[in-house]
Antibody
Framework: EVQLVESGGGLVQPGRSMKLSCAAS????????MAWVRQAPTKGLEWVAT????????YYRDSVKGRFTISRDNAKSTLYLQMNSLRSEDTATYYC?????????WGQGVMVTVSS | DVQMTQSPSYLAASPGESVSISCKAS??????LAWYQQKPGEAYKLLIY???TLQSGTPSRFSGSGSGTDFTLTIRSLEPEDFGLYYC?????????FGGGTKLELK
């Protein structure tokens, strides 16, 4: 059974940093691109970033480019999202997903609140 | 970016009824469209991809249709477990974009 379990969320002040993790199991992690998708409170879903199987290619939405970094450790079957210079508009539930262009498996999500 | 317009945003129906949700793309996306469902307390679930192909495990009462810019998700004979949130998503080009969502509630 595919499982994606996010961790690392919480309350953070504007301008500070936070790192999310996603532990994957139930499939060959190194064979699949992975992504983060977020959902702000009462808003819709928004793709954030995608990383290729090896980690050699990464893609970001414009609003997080230069601030967020997606990475992976295939030996640990873990996906990461390093978020720097956080803004109030980054407040959202962040979902770890398997990215097959569409998102065929999702984690339960982790909440990130950016507020002073 | 490809804009995805989903309607209605809210839908109330009773078990046994049939409902349809529309998703319109701002440009042609061929059939690169997926539908997702989220039930309270559960992870998002992929229901349909390529506009009309049911993901393994999706009940046959769900169907998807359309291509180009206009797509429809239809649920025939609603079951109690079908109530929740539904989203469409295009994967024709990055950034992948989603519709605004439809909340399907029990009437």
């Amino acid at each position: 059974e595919v499982q994606l379990v996010e961790s690392g969320g919480g309350l953070v002040q504007p301008g500070r940093s936070m790192k999310l993790s996603c532990a994957a199991s139930g499939f060959t992690f190194s064979s699949f691109p992975m992504a983060w998708v977020r959902q702000a409170p009462t808003k819709g879903l928004e793709w954030v970033a995608t990383i290729s199987t090896s980690g050699g290619s990464t893609y970001y939405r414009d609003s997080v480019k230069g601030r967020f970094t997606i990475s992976r450790d295939n030996a640990k079957s873990t996906l990461y999202l390093q978020m720097n210079s956080l803004r109030s508009e980054d407040t959202a539930t962040y979902y770890c997903t398997r990215d097959a262009y569409l998102f065929d498996y999702w984690g339960q999500g982790v909440m990130v609140t950016v507020s002073s | 970016d490809v804009q995805m317009t989903q309607s209605p945003s809210y839908l109330a129906a009773s078990p046994g009824e049939s409902v349809s949700i529309s998703c319109k793309a701002s440009k042609s996306i061929s059939n690169y469209l997926a539908w997702y469902q989220q039930k309270p307390g559960e992870a998002y679930k992929l229901l349909i991809y390529s506009g009309s192909t049911l993901q393994s495990g999706t009940p046959s009462r769900f169907s998807g249709s359309g291509s180009g810019t206009d797509f429809t998700l239809t649920i025939r004979s609603l079951e109690p477990e079908d109530f929740g949130l539904y989203y469409c998503q295009q994967y024709y080009e990055k950034p992948w974009t989603f519709g605004g969502g439809t909340k399907l509630e029990l009437k």
